[in-house]
């Protein structure tokens, strides 16, 4: 899968990264898991010293695929309402993946502070804006649900957003508790970590087939220069790409683009550097960053053709510069990095963990969705508990076959 071209930010900010060493004999795990990017990451930093044997493949570099045009705004809320998401699974169901979204920041939090590289986390607050009159009311209600959920936050009139701010909106939620940071040194960090635990990491290492060995009980991975990893249990952490493995109806792509600025001096007319992101879908949003930057995107188009994506990334490129400089005139901004990728989502809006009989004591984790790397933190921490305690709780709300309101 062609994932998304352009220029990147994010590696500037690690130039010597740690490298590892590619495949060269046959190996046996108790876990392999396959991909280096976030996700992979994660889980590895879950598994890492509880006395199993890890490996990790990745077919390029580490954080190479959609990590490295990762945005990370870290939040709670995505692309469905929690009050249209209850209409799907109901509120208890809901209640329970609020909960674990909240757990799954403060987790990503606690690895920042456990590793030794600087991941560049940051607790944010959120200004959800009202794009239109007509969203006015859903974005009550869901002020209401979440206040009920006990989630730190308050309702903001255009008065207030205006004292705050300078754009004007008709109503927003001003939200506690999101944070942002730096996914290619985040990915590096937790990889570093596990390392460092005795997960043995291969780079430039592409798994190109599998089969069940039913005598030794085992998955056999084959690698495409020809070694093979024998492994109790396999994770597949491909990313987007894990959908050409294994086809997931519940899965969607759009083609989605961001600017990441020059460094900006003052960010005082910047309310506390906050989130912000709004209404209308598709959405826009953006964020700073450690180094001063802005970061914007959104401008999501309906079209799964790289040529297509590829083709309308200036116009997109300068539509965002444009929308940031409506909301923020008095910046001095001009794009320095700018890239057009695709960008995955799921049709009932939670993210999911594929377990199919053609690859047995295998998860596949499809952290998908707008906020992908609290997805994927959840996901991991959920597929560790359950290879290390034989079970985990909350498995049953992100299986591909959850049960709709309904069908329980
Ligand atoms: C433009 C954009 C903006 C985003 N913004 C946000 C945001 O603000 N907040 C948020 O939470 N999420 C955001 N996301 C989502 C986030 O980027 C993803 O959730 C995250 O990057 C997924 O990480 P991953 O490890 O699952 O995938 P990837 O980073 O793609 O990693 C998968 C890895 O698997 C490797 N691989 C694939 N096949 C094989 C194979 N056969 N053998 C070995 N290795 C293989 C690939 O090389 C790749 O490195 C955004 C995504 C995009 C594209």
Excluded at 102 to 123: L, Q
Excluded at 181 to 187: A, H, K, S, V
Excluded at 192 to 202: E, G, I, N, S
Excluded at 250 to 264: D, G, I, R
């Amino acid at each position: 899968m062609n994932l998304q071209s352009g220029s990147y930010h994010w590696p500037t900010t690690l130039p010597v990264a740690p490298f590892y060493p590619s495949l060269e004999e046959d190996i046996a795990c108790d876990v392999l898991i396959i991909g280096g990017g976030g996700s992979a990451a994660q889980c590895a930093y879950y598994l890492a010293d509880k006395g199993l044997e890890v490996a990790v493949i990745e077919k390029g570099r580490i954080a190479s695929g959609s990590t490295s045009a990762n945005t990370a705004l870290i939040q709670y809320s995505g692309e469905k309402m929690f009050t249209d998401l209850i209409h799907t699974f109901g509120e208890e169901y809901i209640s329970r993946h609020l909960q674990l979204l909240r757990e799954a920041i403060d987790d990503i939090e606690a690895a920042s502070k456990t590793v030794e590289m600087d991941t560049e986390f940051t607790r944010r607050d959120t200004l959800y804006l009202a794009s239109c009159k007509e969203d006015i009311i859903r974005l009550e209600k869901e002020f209401e649900l979440l206040k009920h959920h006990g989630f730190e936050l308050e309702l903001l009139t255009q008065k207030e957003i205006e004292k705050k701010y300078p754009f004007s909106r008709v109503a927003a939620i001003y939200s506690y508790g999101d944070g942002e940071l730096n996914p290619f040194r985040f990915t590096h960090a937790l990889f570093d970590y596990a390392a460092k635990r005795k997960v043995r990491l291969f780079e430039n290492t592409e798994m190109n087939g599998h089969h069940y060995d039913k005598q030794e009980k085992c998955m056999i991975i084959a690698t495409k220069s020809g070694y093979t990893i024998k492994a109790g249990k396999v994770i597949f952490a491909t990313g987007y790409e894990g959908t050409e493995l294994k086809k997931e109806k519940k899965v969607s792509f759009v083609s989605t683009y961001t600017v990441t600025t020059n460094k900006v001096n003052d960010f005082s007319s910047w309310y506390n550097r906050t989130l912000i992101w709004e209404t209308a879908r598709p959405y826009l949003y953006m964020r700073t960053t450690a180094d001063n930057r802005i970061i914007i995107g959104g401008l999501d188009e309906n079209t799964t053709s790289a040529k297509d994506r590829d083709s309308m990334l200036m116009h997109k490129k300068d539509k965002l510069i444009e929308e940031l400089k409506n909301m923020f005139p008095e910046l001095d901004v001009k794009p320095e990095y700018y890239l057009a990728g695709f960008y995955g989502g799921t049709k009932d809006g939670l993210p999911i963990i594929g377990i199919y009989d053609e690859y047995p004591d295998s998860y596949f984790l499809f952290g998908f969705g707008d906020n992908g790397t609290v997805y994927s933190q959840l996901l991991a921490k959920i597929i560790a508990t359950e290879i290390l305690e034989g079970d985990s709780p909350n498995m049953a709300l992100y299986l591909q076959d959850r049960p709709l309101l309904g069908e329980k």
